[in-house]
């Protein structure tokens, strides 16, 4: 078992919150908004597809912003960035949003998948265990990135 450094300590304890956060609050969203509802239709105007692309944009974008100002905080001494995540937006928004353009393609993807497997509909308990794990996880990534990039 390796030591971890403060620094990183305190990066997983606020990818980890952000990730929690997210894991509860999005799927209670839909079970207010969607529980006198019928399952929803994965394609269409009002469906899952444009649910989770809304999702991820805003989700990213939100993170991205508190995640930035929590990283000001942090102290980044010798952190060693990835050239890759030094592309990213310098912004906490700007970098949550560009993260988030990116999830809405795999959702966008995953929903194809669905539909190509003949899924349809989703019941809403089925609907907010997805969302649970999609929400949490991407939640999760874009604080840690978006600490990542900030102290770069």
């Known amino acids: 078992m390796r030591d971890r450094s403060p620094l990183s300590r305190q990066i997983l304890v606020q990818s980890t919150l952000a990730g929690l956060i997210n894991l509860l609050v999005n799927p209670a969203i839909d079970y207010l908004t969607s529980r006198h509802e019928p399952p929803q239709r994965?394609?269409?105007v009002d469906g899952l597809v444009v649910g989770f692309v809304l999702t991820s944009l805003i989700?990213?974008?939100l993170v991205g912003v508190f995640?930035?100002?929590a990283a000001r905080r942090l102290d980044a001494d010798g952190m060693a960035t990835p050239r890759w995540l030094r592309r990213l937006p310098r912004r906490g928004w700007s970098a949550g949003l560009a993260l988030g353009a990116g999830a809405a393609v795999f959702a966008i993807a995953g929903s194809w998948l669905l539909s190509v497997a003949g899924v349809t509909t989703l019941s809403l308990p089925a609907l907010m265990a997805v969302k649970a794990v999609y929400c949490g996880t991407l939640?999760?990534?874009v604080a840690r990135l978006?600490?990542?990039r900030t102290l770069a």
Do not use: E, N, P, Q
């Open 42 to 44: 994965v394609w269409g």
């Open 59 to 61: 989700l990213s974008t």
């Open 146 to 148: 978006v600490i990542l």
């Open 67 to 69: 995640s930035a100002r």
């Open 139 to 141: 939640g999760f990534w």
